[in-house]
């Protein structure tokens, strides 16, 4: 007799490693290898959180109705649109699990989230990559990957783990290029970052027609990564469908509570922007001071690139001087790693670990 078997390409899945969080006998620790909110979550969200404990015994609202109606009500979005998920992972796998199988092609950029690849495969479906240029999604290259087996197009704006971003006016000629029964899903985790005039996240590609998705992500400037929240704007069939072939109680009555006072303290929001604001352009200043190149980021984290090989022993450094970054070799990256925006103290203590670190080697 034979152990049951999974299905065809489970086993080439290769399982997601997060960043590190913890150094053995080291209290005082500066993670920064999960491009978490510095400055935490609302103190808002945090009490709603806790109020929540007397009420534990009770399922979750199944619908996240006041969740999407502040959603609604923060983005200028229809809540009958929205779909809540446990992160926005969730339902980037939902999306492929119902739209894409054996025989379909998952399509991304060649650096793009590292679960496209596992959703694919775990559905049966094959990822394929389009070639990027400096490290940013092109949209002639994901054009040209296209097949009559292609099903879903994902593109993270501004993309992890780079931090570069794609124009609106370049995401709307991607959207016409693709055939109509495409699935485009814009993968927007981080767009409250996003300060430029020519970017957009997506709402504008959803309402254009029934075949793109924004997906968002409480887990950034929200800082409630811990909560595992997260939700995306979808034509009206496909939020349709999602409802469909989601848990029915896929969001706990804590994440949906802790959301909606999230979304409604915009003076912390404002906080998190301005401290982002502030400290990813030092962090990128003082690091290339040092000779290190910097990818231009958009996001929360900045990819500084080390001479070929060094990385082991910039990442040994930093570790050394209580500071955890990301190797982001699974990438296709193994020169860069990728520092996520800490707070005042960390962000020293990153540049006085690069600074040692640097003169060392030299």
Known sequence: MTAPLPRSGILDIRPYQGGRSKLDGVANVAKLSSNEGALGASPRARAAYQAVAAELHRYPDGGCEALRAALGRRFGLDPARIVCGAGSDELIGLLVH??????????????????????????????????????????????????????????????????TLVTAAEMQRLRKGLRPDILLVVDAAYAEFVTRNDYSPGAELVDAGDNTVMCRTFSKIFGMGALRLGWCYAPQ????????????????????????????????????LAHNRVWQPWLTEQIAALGL??????????????????????????????????????????????????TEEENRRVVAALTAYTEGAA
């Open 98 to 163: 119902a739209y894409a199988g054996p025989g379909d092609e998952v399509l991304y950029p060649e650096y793009g989230f590292a679960m496209y690849q596992i959703y694919a495969r775990a559905n049966g479906a094959t990822p394929v990559t389009a070639p990027e240029t400096d490290l940013t999604a092109n949209v002639d290259a994901l054009l040209a990957a296209v097949t009559p087996r292609t099903r879903i197009v994902f593109v993270a704006n501004p993309s992890n783990p780079t931090g």
């Open 293 to 342: 190149k910097v990818t231009p980021s958009f996001t929360n984290f900045v990819l500084v690139h080390f001479p070929k090989g060094d990385v082991p022993k910039a990442e040994a450094a930093l570790a050394e001087q209580a500071v955890l970054v990301r190797g982001v070799a699974g990438y296709g990256l193994p020169d860069a790693l990728r520092i996520t925006v800490g």
């Open 237 to 272: 069939s496909i939020a349709d469908v999602l409802n469909r072939v989601r848990s029915p109680f896929n969001v706990s009555a804590a994440a949906q509570a802790a959301g909606v006072a999230a979304l409604e303290d915009t003076a912390f929001f404002d906080l998190c």
